[in-house]
């Protein structure tokens, strides 16, 4: 199975601190993504990258950004959290084609901005 | 701009009662439209990719079809391990290369 692994379930973090979320996927996908997910909003895309070392901003990229040095790793980081940063985060990947099967997302990290 | 609408925002059934629930979309060119499901405190998880107007697919007891406008997700005698999130997203063949837009989701829930 293809697998997505998020570092941490549960975070929580100061205001101001700067925060890392990592992501793993095993299955040599070329395409990953970072979402956010907020009640009554849905996902919104804040990065996305096609390959190692590339990337590009997504509708809402305001606060955040990724690092791509490895195919099978993706980390968001926000520079100087806050509490509207409150959020839970999505990862996902896909192959190049990825319009034919789809996403596989990891399972969340559940951020609190304190 | 890519849209996508759901609806009803929540769906509260019977174990059997059949129901649908709806994705509008508005997109340049649709490549794909996807649906997932999504159980509390996970990530979605891929469901079906439907591609062109008329198309069908099935999975158990859900359905999905597709229009140039809306897609139906349709569930037939559900069961309450049925109970989840249901989300909808596009992926537009105009700039983006395989970004998706979501919709806000409809949350099901199956009583017994």
């Known amino acids: 199975d293809v697998k997505v692994t998020q570092s941490s379930r549960y975070l929580v973090k100061r205001t101001g601190e700067k925060v890392f979320l990592e992501c793993v996927q095993d299955?040599?996908?070329?395409?990953m993504f970072w979402y956010r997910q907020d009640p009554g909003l849905g996902l919104r895309l804040i990065y996305f990258?096609?390959?190692?070392?590339?990337?590009e901003k997504g509708d809402i990229p305001e606060g955040y950004s990724v690092s791509r040095e490895k195919k099978e790793r993706f980390s968001l980081i926000l520079e100087s959290a806050s509490t509207n940063q409150t959020s839970m985060y999505l990862c996902?990947?896909?192959?190049?084609?990825?319009?034919?099967?789809?996403?596989?997302f990891g399972s969340g990290t559940r951020l609190t901005v304190v | 701009e890519d849209q996508v609408t759901q609806s009803p925002e929540a769906l509260r059934l019977q174990e059997g009662e059949s129901s649908s629930l709806n994705c509008s979309y508005t997109?340049?060119?649709?490549?794909?439209l996807f649906w997932y499901r999504q159980d509390p405190g996970k990530g979605p998880e891929f469901l079906f990719t439907?591609?062109?107007a008329g198309e069908e697919k099935e999975k158990e007891r859900l359905k999905a079809t597709l229009t140039k406008k809306e897609s139906f997700l349709h569930i037939t005698a559900p069961k309450p391990e049925d109970s989840a999130t249901y989300l909808c997203?596009?992926?537009?063949?105009?700039?983006?290369?395989?970004?998706?837009?979501f919709g806000t989701g409809t949350q099901l829930k199956v009583e017994l």
């Open positions: 996902a990947s896909s192959t190049p084609t990825g319009a034919n099967y789809g996403y596989t």
């Open positions: 299955m040599d996908h070329e395409n």
């Open positions: 990258s096609y390959d190692v070392k590339m990337k």
């Open positions: 997109v340049s060119g649709l490549r794909g």
């Open positions: 439907l591609y062109s």
């Open positions: 997203a596009v992926n537009d063949v105009t700039g983006g290369g395989n970004k998706l837009t």
